[in-house]
């Protein structure tokens, strides 16, 4: 499936682009945030009113542009699917699905201030906690779905938390959140996985040419022994021909 790209051009609306803070907490937050963005763009590419970011300024109160958010993860439905400096909540639409990458040090932040802005503020209809490396979430991928103004645990199903907003399921796969597609039964590929896949297919077709040169060589050596072998029942039938006639024997 190709994506296609943001087609719009970025209009520069007077709010910052930057709070100053870091993108992420640790090599793995950074990584899985990354990769999640590029799945859910992916999985959404021929949709085109669904905006899929994160990592980017979320304005909430206008004319106040210290009153932001920037969800790590986001997708929003019934927008325009183009290239933003930020997101302006009172020209868009709120975003329907978030994840924030959580870690020890942002714990009261995401369980507390975040969750009350993302329920009460924005009103996004579903939010997952996802703590990579196990610090201090437990269990260590959570959910809530708003309803009726208060967001409600999310039940696990077989192991995942599944996302009425998205149709996907939730899946932790050691320090990695993978997306689950139960229409397909398979996960979505992450880029990492992509890269992967195209590095042992790399592998496997060096490794198939590996053996046709290899069987080549040994053809063309059979090929040679079958021919040399030939050559000597030749001389030897040319031989007994000659004995037989009273000749002379051709050298060997």
């Not at 803070?21 to 085109?48: G, K, N, V, W």
């Not at 063309?220 to 009273?246: D, F, K, P």
């Amino acid at each position: 499936m190709s994506i296609r790209p943001f087609l719009l051009p970025r209009l520069d609306n007077g709010y910052p682009t930057s709070d100053g803070r870091p993108m992420a907490e640790t090599d793995y937050h950074r990584d899985l945030m990354i990769d999640l963005i590029a799945t859910l763009r992916a999985f959404y590419a021929e949709q085109e009113n669904v905006y899929v970011s994160g990592n980017l300024l979320l304005f909430y109160v206008e004319n106040n542009r210290r009153k932001h958010i920037s969800p790590d993860v986001f997708v929003v439905k019934g927008v325009g699917k183009y290239q933003r400096d930020n997101y302006l909540l009172w020209d868009e639409r709120p975003p329907a699905f978030v994840i924030e990458l959580t870690s020890s040090s942002t714990r009261n932040e995401d369980l507390t201030t975040k969750m009350a802005l993302y329920r009460d503020v924005l009103k996004a209809q579903e939010y997952f906690l996802f703590d990579p490396c196990e610090d201090y979430l437990d269990p260590s991928m959570q959910g809530w779905r708003l309803r009726s103004g208060t967001y409600r645990r999310i039940r696990p199903v077989a192991g995942r938390l599944p996302s009425r907003t998205t149709g996907l399921h939730l899946e932790r796969d050691g320090t990695v959140l993978r997306l689950w597609n139960p229409e397909t039964g398979e996960r979505l590929l992450l880029p990492s996985d992509a890269a992967e896949e195209r590095a042992e297919q790399a592998e496997e077709r060096a490794e198939q040419a590996k053996e046709i040169a290899l069987s080549a060589v040994q053809a063309r050596r059979e090929a040679e022994q079958r021919a040399a072998a030939s050559a000597a029942e030749v001389a030897r039938l040319l031989r007994e021909l000659a004995i037989l006639r009273g000749e002379a024997p051709p050298p060997e």
